[in-house]
């Protein structure tokens, strides 16, 4: 079974929330939601970019996390 690694969890996980609030305040305080769906005309194409900024950077953060 896979050990977990408590550390590089637990500093994927703070990053993910900071990451995800950071954009979270962007989009919808900032830049309106509504204007990226006019200026890239695809709702999806929006939403599955934007989930996409908040794993891949997680991922990362996850996989260069050094273990003691």
């Known amino acids: ?5 408590k550390r ?5 996980a703070i ?3 900071c990451w995800f609030g950071l954009l979270v305040l962007l989009v919808d305080g900032i830049l309106k939601f509504q204007t990226l769906v006019d200026y890239f005309g695809s709702y999806a194409l929006v939403e599955v970019t934007l989930l996409l900024l908040v794993i891949i950077p997680t991922l990362g953060v996850y996989k260069f996390t050094k273990e003691q």
Not at 1 to 5: A, T
Not at 8 to 12: A, E, F, G, R
């Open 1 to 5: 079974m896979m050990k977990l690694k």
């Open 8 to 12: 590089k969890i637990k500093y994927s």
């Open 15 to 17: 990053f993910f929330i």
